[in-house]
C-alpha cells in the first residue's frame, strides 16, 4: 500500500475510533461511521459519500501525474437494465453494492468483482408496465448490518449485508392506486431509514417516510402537499388533490443540527395555465407549499423544522427535488448549497434554513429574468396562459442542472457542476385537472426542445466557487452529460459523459488529462474506494432516463442506436 | 379541431360511452371535495394528449421527442389502439387501465387529424 493510503487509512481510523469510541461488529456501519464518512477515504458508504454530499475521495493514489495509466479493473454486467443504470454503488470493507434496474441489487468484492450475492425482488410487473418512470433504480443505503432499497411498487425492503437475504419489506405506498412508488436511493440517518416518494405529476402527495431501520415500521411520513394547516391553506379550494411534491431523490443530514435536508418536487398540474393571477385562478391557486420545496426535517419524528420554498407556485416544472445538499462552512458561516433544476444555486444557512445567497448556474435562463439572491423573490416571472409560448422557455423541461450530483473538493474549493443548456417551444393547453388516483401523466402543455437562441444545444462542467459561483474554469460538451461527478485529492475531477466516454480532468485548471470510452452513455453515479490497498474508480455505463430518451431525436447518433436496456458497472484502477 | 370532437363523441357514443372519468376541475372556493363529473374535456382527444401524452410525442404529436413522431403514422388504428392500451416495456406506459375504450378512441381520433405536412 502507497504511503498516502496508508497515512489517510491510518488518519481515519484514529477518528473513527475517536467518533465510536468502541469497536462496531464485524461488517456492520453504525451511524457513528456514517457521521464520519468524510473521513474514511476506503469506503463509499452513503449516496452522496457522506452527509456533506461532497461526492469526493480522499484517495489519491490515482492522481493527476499517474491518470494515463488507469485502465478498466473487472466489469459487472446486472442484466435487464431497462432505462439505464442510474444508481450510486456504496463501498464497505472493500464490498461494493449496488442496483440496477427493478431494484435488482449486487454484492460484490471490491478487488476482483467477483459475485458474492445478488437479491432480486419479485416486482408488479402490471403495474411497472403502466409507470412512466419505470424501472430504474437510483441507489440504495447502508446502516448497521443492513442494506436498503426502494422498489417502484412502493416498498422499501432490507437486506442482510452479509447474505443479500431479506429481513423486512414494508409497503409503504399504495403504488395500484397512486401509480408512483420508489426510484430514489434511502437515506440512513441514526435508527431510521429516510425514503421520498416519486411525484411530480400524478395525484400523490409526495411523502417522504420515516421507517424504523431494525423492524421496518414505518414511524413517520410526511406530506409534501398540504401537509400542514400552513401548507393546506397554500392550495385554493380543494386544489391539494392534484397532488406532486415527490421527494424523489435523497437528500442528506447535518449532524450539528439533527436535520434532515430534503428537496421536492412540482406541483401537478404541470405547466398549469393561471398565468400572473396563480394566487387566485387556475387549477391550483396559491403557492402550493410544499412543492419545489427544500424541507428540513427532525429525523426522529418528521417533524417539519423549517423549509424554504424556492419557486413559489412553481410553473415551469423546476423542482427542489435535487438531492444535493454540499455543507460548506465559509468565515463561520455554517452554509448548505442546494442546486434548483431551473439552473440557479440556492445557498442556505444550515443552522435555520434561511437564504444566504443565490447564483446563476445555466446560461440560457428565462422562466425568471433573475432571483434575488437576499430575499429570494423571483423577478420578472413568467407564468404562462393558454395559449403559445413566446420566445421559448428556458430551460426545457428536463432542467439546467438534472437528478445527478456534481462533486465538492475541499482542496481546490471549487464546486463541479454540470448545466445543460436548452429550451422548448411550448403551446399551454388547458387540461382537465386530474384529482383522482391512476390517472396517468398530468400536464397542460405540448412542446419541444429547441436549441437555446443563437446556437446549439449544450453542456458544461464548470469549477465554481459553492457560495459565491464565481467562475474558475469550464469545460463544454456538444450533448449536456447527465451522470454524477466525482472529484478525488489526486486533483482528479471525473466526468461520465453521455456519449460513453469517462474524462478525468485537472482539478485545478480543467484540463483533460485523461478519458476512456465505456461503450454506452452514462447516466449513474461514480466512486471511487479502496479495496486491498488499491485504489479503484467505479462507474456506472448503461443509458436511458426520460432526459435520456430525448437525445436520439435531439443528436441523432450515437443515441439513435444506443440500447436503452443494457448497463455495466465498470471499475478502473492502476495498471501497474 | 371541434369536428374530432364530435366523431370522437360520434365513435364514443356507438361504442359505449367511456367509464366515468377521474378527472375533475377543482374550484378555488368550493367548500367541499371535487367531484369527479362527466365534462366534454374527457372525450376531447386533443386535450388528452397534451394531458399524458405530450411530453413525449412532442409539439402535440407532430416531432420526435422521447417518443416518435405521430402525425402521419402508418400503423392501422388497431396498432395504435393495442399500443396505447398495453404499451412498450421500458419505453410507454400502458394507458389500457387509465382510459376507457372511448377516450381512447378520441386519443386515436386526435393523432389521425395531424397534419404531417412540413414536419
Not at chain 1, 461488517?27 to 464520519?36: E, K, R
Not at chain 1, 422498489?151 to 397512486?178: C, E, F, H, Y
Request: charged residues 20%.
Amino acid at each position: 500500500m502507497p504511503t498516502p493510503l496508508k497515512r489517510l487509512t491510518a488518519c481515519a481510523t484514529i477518528a473513527l475510533a475517536s467518533v465510536l469510541g468502541h469497536a462496531s461488529p464485524a461488517g456492520a456501519i453504525d451511524p457513528a461511521q456514517l457521521a464520519a464518512a468524510d473521513q474514511n477515504p476506503n469506503d463509499w458508504l452513503t449516496y452522496h459519500g457522506s452527509y456533506k454530499s461532497y461526492h469526493y475521495s480522499l484517495l489519491d493514489q490515482i492522481n493527476a501525474d499517474n491518470i494515463k495509466q488507469l485502465a478498466v479493473a473487472w466489469t459487472h454486467f446486472p442484466g435487464r437494465s431497462t432505462r439505464g443504470l442510474q444508481s450510486m454503488p456504496l463501498v464497505a470493507d472493500g464490498v461494493l453494492y449496488y442496483s440496477g434496474s427493478y431494484s435488482r441489487v449486487f454484492a460484490l468484492d471490491g478487488a476482483t468483482g467477483k459475485l458474492l450475492w445478488s437479491f432480486f425482488p419479485e416486482l408488479d410487473d402490471e403495474l411497472i408496465s403502466m409507470q412512466t418512470h419505470s424501472p430504474y433504480n437510483r441507489g440504495i443505503a447502508l446502516g448497521n448490518d443492513k442494506l436498503y432499497v426502494g422498489t417502484v411498487d412502493g416498498r422499501l425492503i432490507a437486506l442482510d449485508m452479509k447474505t443479500g437475504k431479506p429481513v423486512w419489506d414494508t409497503k409503504l405506498v399504495n403504488s395500484q392506486k397512486l401509480t408512483v412508488g420508489f426510484t430514489g436511493a434511502p437515506l440512513f440517518v441514526k435508527d431510521k431509514v429516510i425514503i421520498g416518494s416519486q411525484g411530480g405529476e400524478w395525484t400523490s402527495r409526495g411523502p417522504i417516510f420515516g421507517v424504523d431501520a431494525e423492524t421496518g415500521k414505518k414511524s413517520w411520513e410526511f406530506l409534501t402537499v398540504a401537509g400542514t394547516d400552513e401548507a393546506m391553506k397554500t392550495w385554493g379550494g380543494e386544489s391539494w388533490r392534484t397532488g406532486g411534491g415527490g421527494g424523489w431523490m435523497p437528500g442528506t443530514y447535518d449532524v450539528e443540527t439533527d436535520t434532515v435536508w430534503w428537496g421536492t418536487a412540482n406541483p401537478s398540474p404541470l405547466y398549469d395555465w393561471s398565468g400572473a393571477d396563480w394566487q387566485k385562478s387556475g387549477p391550483r391557486p396559491g403557492t402550493n407549499l410544499y412543492t419545489s420545496s427544500v424541507l428540513g426535517l427532525d429525523p426522529e419524528t418528521g417533524k417539519l423544522k423549517f423549509y424554504y420554498q424556492e419557486l413559489p407556485h412553481d410553473a415551469w416544472d423546476f423542482d427542489s427535488a435535487v438531492g444535493e445538499f454540499v455543507s460548506i462552512d465559509r468565515d463561520g458561516r455554517k452554509l448548505m448549497v442546494h442546486p434548483n433544476k431551473g439552473g440557479f444555486i440556492f445557498v442556505y444557512d444550515r443552522g435555520n434554513g434561511k437564504l444566504d445567497n443565490v447564483w446563476k448556474l445555466a446560461d440560457n435562463i428565462n422562466f425568471v429574468k433573475d432571483i434575488n439572491p437576499k430575499t429570494g423573490e423571483l423577478i420578472g416571472r413568467r407564468d404562462l396562459s393558454a395559449g403559445v409560448v413566446n420566445p421559448p422557455l428556458c430551460p426545457e423541461i428536463s432542467g439546467g442542472v438534472s437528478w445527478n450530483s456534481g462533486a465538492y473538493s475541499p482542496k481546490t474549493g471549487l464546486y463541479y457542476k454540470i448545466a445543460q443548456e436548452w429550451c422548448q417551444e411550448m403551446e399551454v393547453v388547458k387540461t382537465t385537472p386530474i384529482v383522482e388516483p391512476m390517472a396517468q401523466l398530468n400536464i397542460g402543455a405540448n412542446f419541444k426542445l429547441v436549441p437555446p437562441p443563437g446556437g446549439k444545444i449544450y453542456g458544461h462542467l464548470d469549477a465554481r466557487d459553492p457560495v459565491t459561483g464565481a467562475k474558475k474554469w469550464e469545460v463544454r460538451y456538444d450533448a449536456p452529460p447527465l451522470a454524477s461527478v466525482l472529484a478525488t485529492a489526486g486533483n482528479l475531477v471525473f466526468v461520465p459523459d453521455a456519449s460513453g466516454i469517462l474524462h478525468a480532468y485537472d482539478a485545478t485548471s480543467g484540463q483533460e488529462l485523461w478519458s476512456h470510452n465505456d461503450g454506452i452513455g452514462h447516466v449513474g453515479g461514480i466512486i471511487s474506494y479502496s479495496a486491498g490497498g488499491k485504489q479503484f474508480i467505479a462507474v456506472e455505463a448503461g443509458w436511458g432516463s426520460l432526459v435520456g430518451d430525448d437525445y436520439a431525436a435531439a443528436f441523432g447518433e450515437p443515441w439513435k442506436s444506443m440500447p436503452k436496456d443494457t448497463g455495466a458497472l465498470i471499475v478502473y484502477s492502476m495498471s501497474q | 379541431m371541434r369536428q374530432i370532437l364530435v366523431v370522437a363523441i360520434l365513435i364514443a357514443t356507438a361504442i359505449g360511452w367511456p367509464a366515468p372519468p377521474r378527472a375533475a376541475t377543482p374550484d378555488a372556493n368550493a367548500p367541499g371535495p371535487a367531484t369527479p363529473e362527466a365534462s366534454s374535456s374527457d372525450i376531447d382527444g386533443e386535450t388528452m394528449f397534451a394531458t399524458s401524452c405530450g411530453w413525449c410525442h412532442q409539439q402535440g404529436g407532430r416531432a420526435a421527442g422521447r417518443g416518435p413522431k405521430l402525425a402521419g403514422d402508418k400503423k392501422s388504428d388497431d396498432a395504435l389502439i393495442d399500443r396505447i392500451k398495453r404499451g412498450k416495456p421500458g419505453a410507454m406506459p400502458a394507458f389500457g387501465r387509465a382510459f376507457s375504450d372511448g377516450q381512447i378512441i378520441a386519443i386515436l381520433a386526435y393523432i389521425r387529424s395531424l397534419d404531417d405536412a412540413g414536419n
